[in-house]
């Protein structure tokens, strides 16, 4: 099984899209005017518009509705990151936490959870894995 993509039910791809472009510096692919893609090395972030859900299942997603799921993306540069999202809901400043990890949590535009992370100590880096 590969994992291949996590996709966002929007009322507004272009806005949804445009702040994911400014967050992580990748530019969207756009199939049409209800689905855009912003592709990494490990996993694709897929945008549909709230048309899109009919195609699956009538009323089996809703838009800006999240509130289990954090998004989460690893970065070289968290404070670079954060100087660049002034127009979001800071969750959680910049911070060290207590397994290494330099984090900032934001809200995208419809209130899903991100964090941008970079692993700050080598333990951080490399978790230990429990043994049996």
């Known amino acids: 099984m590969n994992?291949?993509?996590?996709?966002?039910?929007?009322?507004?791809?272009?806005r949804l899209a445009g702040f994911y472009e400014r967050a992580t510096g990748t530019a969207a692919t756009w199939a049409n005017d209800d689905f855009a893609e912003l592709k990494g090395p490990a996993v694709t972030l897929a945008i549909g518009?709230?048309?899109t859900v009919a195609l699956f299942a009538a009323g089996s997603a809703?838009?800006?509705a999240n509130r289990s799921v954090i998004i989460?993306?690893?970065?070289d540069d968290v404070e670079g990151v954060h100087e660049k999202l002034t127009d979001?809901?800071?969750v959680q400043e910049p911070t060290t936490m207590p397994w290494g990890n330099r984090?900032?949590?934001?809200?995208?535009?419809d209130g899903n959870?991100?964090?941008f992370f970079r692993r700050a100590t080598t333990a951080a880096a490399s978790p230990a894995r429990p043994t049996s």
Do not use: M
């Open 49 to 51: 518009s709230t048309r």
């Open 62 to 64: 809703e838009p800006a």
């Open 72 to 75: 989460e993306f690893e970065v």
């Open 103 to 109: 984090s900032l949590l934001v809200r995208d535009p």
């Open 3 to 14: 994992f291949a993509s996590i996709r966002i039910i929007t009322a507004d791809v272009a």
């Open 113 to 115: 959870l991100v964090n």
């Open 88 to 90: 979001v809901e800071v």
